[in-house]
């Protein structure tokens, strides 16, 4: 007995049993090896069963018609179920992370300080298991430490403390323990971050262009209550430019109106360490490091002063650029550090090893000239207040002055 769409049940006998075949059987179809019959009582089977499998289906329709009617009078309530059980399940799973990771429970109160001692970060504690993750104290408030300059070498871990410090404050802010062991947030109205390099491509933006409109915001919205995350502003464009704006970032952020925006700022410019010496809520900080047989050791630890060194040339040879790259490297750093160079500052070891110049031409320094009426002007501006196009028409003046002087 078998079965198909078009003839529904049938039997199926082969041709070397075809003399067998009753007379009541009904032929419907000739195969090459045999012939299929019904009978009288197979399709009173076939409707019985057919139509036991169309009340099935239609009891199944009018039942789940019945549920959606249902839920559809108690809609409001079990969204608000849905709700409750998603928020149950968040606070149980940060419950049993602070139980596995051995998280604190913060306190949060309205005063406009941060205090975090022994600070983790969640993520990587996790990822180096291996390894023991070095905690780390940061302290903010509007009175002595309100923006931290953190310098210290690439890979040595200045974005992790960044990060941390931001996670830290969320995580307490949401209701949930955090990596330290012991905390204390001032509830902070916005966290705003300036972390990365990337361009947008599909709005024509360069990765400074990206990097400048998000400190934009930052200058436009961050308040005395906000946390302002910034790590290495500056760096999309030359040395001056960058420093010049990392500079008067800085001193934007420390003198803002209502006692200033708790900021942690890491940057490669260590003449921002300067700024101790004018805005007093301003404080070094630096990532340790440790050398040895010129080696460096990175310690992980946040540690009060600034540092002079980027230790760049070995954390490139620890990425694996060419010994002989290295060295030339370790030359040319030698004869800058030295002041050795031409009347336009090329080094000395930059020079072409023939005996002549690089055809290249270097970069004049602005701000190393000798016009103090060029300098003055400079120091004047406002550039706080002053629009692209009035800072574009101070460059053509400038540009001007230029051109008479060298005629």
């Known amino acids: 007995v078998g079965y198909n769409r078009v003839f529904g049940y049938y039997i199926e006998i082969s041709r070397a049993n075809l003399h067998l075949v009753p007379s009541d059987y009904i032929r419907r179809q000739t195969l090459a090896n045999g012939e299929r019959y019904v009978t009288e009582k197979l399709k009173e089977y076939e409707d019985l069963v057919l139509g036991a499998e169309e009340k099935k289906v239609a009891l199944e329709f009018e039942i789940f018609e019945g549920v959606r009617r249902r839920v559809a009078l108690e809609n409001q309530r079990i969204r608000e179920t849905g709700k409750r059980v998603g928020e149950v399940d968040a606070l149980a799973a940060l419950a049993e992370a602070a139980e596995l990771k ?25 990822a180096v298991r291996d390894e023991d993750f070095v905690p780390n104290d940061i302290h903010l408030d509007d009175q002595e430490q309100q923006v931290l300059i953190i310098t210290g070498p690439n890979m040595a871990g200045k974005s992790t403390v960044l990060r941390q410090a931001a996670l830290t404050v969320l995580m307490a802010q949401m209701g949930s323990f955090v990596p330290a062991s012991h905390a204390t947030i001032g509830v902070v109205d916005r966290i705003f971050t300036r972390i990365g390099a990337s361009d947008d491509l599909t709005k024509g933006q360069s990765t400074f262009m990206v990097e400048m409109n998000e400190t934009a915001n930052i200058l436009r919205h ?20 960058g420093l010049s704006i990392a500079w008067a970032v800085a001193e934007a952020l420390h003198d803002r109106e209502g006692r200033g925006v708790r900021t942690l700022f890491a940057t490669h410019y260590h003449e921002l360490t300067e700024l101790v010496a004018t805005k007093p809520r301003v404080k070094n900080f630096n990532i340790a490091v440790k050398e040895w047989n010129d080696q460096i050791i990175f310690l992980r630890k946040l540690v009060p002063g600034g540092t002079s060194r980027s230790y760049g040339i070995q954390v490139a040879r620890i990425a694996g650029l060419p010994h002989k790259v290295i060295g030339r490297a370790r030359e040319i750093l030698e004869d ?54 009035e800072a574009l028409i101070e460059i053509n003046k400038m540009k001007e002055y230029l051109s008479r002087q060298s005629s």
Do not use: C
């Open 336 to 389: 800058l550090e030295r002041g050795e160079g031409n009347e336009v500052g090329t080094p000395r070891m930059a020079m072409d090893r023939s005996g002549g110049e690089r055809k290249e031409t270097a970069q004049l320094s602005l701000f190393g000239a000798q016009d103090q009426r060029l300098r003055k002007w400079i120091q004047n501006l406002d550039l706080s207040s002053m629009t692209p196009l």
């Open 102 to 126: 051995g998280y604190t429970l913060p306190e949060v109160n309205e005063d406009p300080v941060i205090e975090i001692v022994d600070g983790r970060h969640p993520v990587i504690e996790e």
């Open 222 to 241: 961050a308040t005395p209550r906000s946390l302002v995350i910034l790590d290495e502003i500056g760096r999309g464009t030359s040395t001056y430019d």
